[in-house]
């Protein structure tokens, strides 16, 4: 077994304010090692749907630290059955208040945001059904890696209340026809149709879903923090650029990234045949 998968087995907990379920479990399992930040949905008998609570304990094990140079990539999986079964119906039935409603869907637009925000990958790893903002939260993430018995749809037309705020994550994962047919349906798709839609990054067998996830996970753990860094930022700015604009923000960055210390050490080291020695600073020479 490889020494980073040693570590992994045995992480660190981290320490913060968590929020419980009603039988006092945690809503979410975080700990962090070697670089690799792992957050586990723990409600197993809401199926890890996502409340405010939720919501915040996600938003919360995200961000913290996120300056740290040590933490280079962030895992976010689920416990039970079900990887998450959207907003939790009961708490936006248990109110009339447009205003807490409103509420909770800015909080979920927050979460979804964020992890796109953040100068690192997030990697979801999904082992079972991902429906509506559960569905959201994969096509939000930067990789998403599945096993073939995960499935996926937003099926809120069928209860009468359209996916709206899921569709803008899947609109920007899936051709537009593929994104339409799952909202105006409400229907299932299997890992398969789910891979080859563009929804997930990677497809394997159950078996294998938690050894490719840390080998995804490991190799930008390899990599430059900082390069990455400005790559993912540069990425979600580009993409819903039109084409010169894109290529005008692309070139900028390309030229900050030659003059930073890593640009620069990770290119003389290619070209010396040898390892590069990161800084993971975005620090100019």
Known sequence: MHSYMRSILRPQTLKSLRYYSTNDVPLTMCTEANGIRRITMNNVKTRNALSMDMMEQLITDITRDITNKGLRVIIISAN??????????????????????????????????????????????????????????????????????????????????FCSTPAVALARAVPRKTALDMLFTGRVIDAETAYSQGLVSRLVNHEQLEAETVKIAQTICDRSRSVIAIGKASFYRQVVKDRHSAYMDASNVMVQNMSMKDGKCGIEAFLGKRPPQWTHSMEEV
């Open 80 to 161: 039970g059955p079900v990887f998450c079964s959207g907003h939790n119906l009961k708490e936006l039935v248990g109110t009339h208040k447009r205003a807490i409603h409103a509420k909770i869907f800015r909080l979920c637009s927050t979460l979804m945001e964020t992890i796109q925000d953040i100068p690192i990958p997030v990697i979801c790893q999904v082992d079972s059904l991902a429906t509506a903002a559960g569905c959201q939260l994969v096509a939000s993430c930067d990789i998403a890696v599945s096993s073939q018995r995960s499935t996926f749809c937003t099926p809120g037309v069928n209860i009468g209340l």
